[in-house]
């Protein structure tokens, strides 16, 4: 079986070999499905050559009819259900056992893997091969530095996963298609709203509780393009950051009372800061100040965007007019502000809600990250040759990156109308001089 082979090859390592005998004989049905990769991405007619969409395409792989976006087509409030919607790759598959039990409703997810959605969804819901799972992440190094494996909790409900998977093979090792998953698992959902988060950004405890709450659910009754911001959080600055400090303990919050207190601590127990204060254009924008005040379920207008980079993660009703997430951007770097420009553009109204947030697990530099990193020591030495400063920043992956995006601003203002209702901030930062591309 597919399940028996992920574990029994994937464990071999300094000359020994673990044998699991107490999952030799499971079958697992291998699902035949004909759509592989390069399926999914000739759906998306034109993404590899750096068109742009306006909406989300469909696809002839998903029969779930998404609704219209009208005020009309808007569910009654008894009837709203959220999908908390994610991607991952495989090596992080233990991740999304952590969001089955944070996270009280269905769970779509799109996950880079040869195996299949039953293999997967199989693994996940069975406590003995979930145990083998965090083993096999212990065993290949993974968890040795922070003790991850302290995180095994219990398997995930029956029915709660759908999982759809993205073929590895068609794919560059440094070129995860992050936004050809995203809208894969967003395609795949089956409630009137969802809860957008990355694999890495785990919900508080009460957030699907939050969400759920009369008083929430009234905000969408007249407005099909309200979006929820989530206020993001991080338990340390960097991996490193984790492992320098002895006496850390890789602890994450469960709720706002909990996290507010271990940021006014501030210490050697707990390192609770906003998500990436580094990059202020990413969640700057986000009132950390005014949320800490904020009573649970309470909303908050955002009264304006300080910068084009804000990317935070949102709740949302999915309907046909959501701007989808721009699948020429692969690997690292601009793929989520650009569908949160999109969204801001075509009219979505930003707002922010009390009391829920989700807080970011410390890992390794991804592959795509480290690609992306390339030439910044170039970039930064003012004092470099002629020849450096002259460089063909293109031949980067960042540099790549800037030129899509620079093509993707171009698209945005002459393509779709500015009917955006929440706006830039009047002094608002461009951030163009950021780019390594004119």
Not at 11 to 19: A, D, S, V, Y
Not at 229 to 245: T, Y
């Amino acid at each position: 079986s597919q399940v028996t082979d992920y574990f029994d090859n994937s464990i071999k390592f300094q000359n020994n070999t673990i044998e699991f005998n107490n999952i030799r004989g499971r079958i697992i049905s291998i699902v035949d499905d004909e759509k592989t990769a390069r399926d999914v991405i000739s759906d998306t007619d034109g993404a590899i050559n750096h068109k742009f969409h306006h909406k989300l395409q469909r696809s002839q792989n998903h029969n779930l009819q998404i609704p219209a976006c009208s005020s009309d087509s808007l569910p009654s409030s008894s009837k709203i259900r959220y999908t908390l919607v994610t991607q991952l790759s495989e090596d992080r598959l233990w991740m999304l056992s952590q969001h089955c039990n944070l996270w009280d409703g269905p769970i779509s997810a799109a996950v880079q893997s040869d195996l299949s959605p039953l293999s997967l969804i199989e693994i996940l819901e069975s406590e003995e091969l979930l145990r083998l799972l965090f083993e096999k992440e212990r065993l290949t190094g993974h968890f040795d530095d922070l003790k991850y494996s302290n995180y095994f909790t219990k398997p995930c409900k029956v029915n709660q996963l759908t999982i759809e998977t993205l073929s590895k093979r068609d794919f560059k090792d440094n070129e995860y298609p992050v936004n050809v998953l995203r809208n894969i698992a967003l395609r795949n959902v089956a409630t009137s709203h969802v809860m957008y988060v990355d694999i890495d950004f785990w919900p508080s405890d009460t957030l699907y509780h939050i969400l759920n709450l009369p008083s929430v659910k009234k905000q969408w009754k007249n407005d099909s393009k309200t979006v929820l911001v989530i206020p993001s959080f991080q338990i340390c600055w960097s991996i490193e950051a984790c492992i320098e400090e002895n006496d850390f303990k890789l602890q994450m919050p469960h709720n706002a009372d909990e996290i507010i207190s271990w940021m006014k601590q501030k210490n050697d127990e707990h390192h609770v800061s906003v998500f990436d204060p580094s990059n202020r254009g990413g969640h700057g924008s986000t009132p950390y100040g005014m949320w800490i005040k904020m009573r649970e379920g309470e909303i908050m207008d955002l009264k304006c965007i300080k910068s084009n980079r804000y990317e935070p993660y949102m709740a949302f009703h999915l309907c046909d007019d959501i701007p989808p997430f721009q699948e020429c951007f692969k690997g690292y770097g601009k793929n989520k502000m650009t569908q949160v420009m999109h969204m801001r553009r075509t009219g979505y109204k930003f707002k922010v809600l009390g009391g829920g947030f989700i807080t970011h697990f410390p890992h390794d530099e991804s592959k795509s990250r480290l690609l992306w990193n390339e030439g910044q020591d170039i970039r930064d030495n003012e004092n470099g040759s002629d020849e450096e400063r002259n460089i063909d920043w293109t031949t980067y992956k960042r540099g790549q990156v800037d030129q899509l995006f620079a093509e993707f601003k171009k698209w945005i203002e002459n393509e779709v109308p500015d009917n955006s209702r929440t706006k830039l901030c009047s002094d608002a930062a461009t951030d163009d001089f950021r780019l390594w591309v004119n």
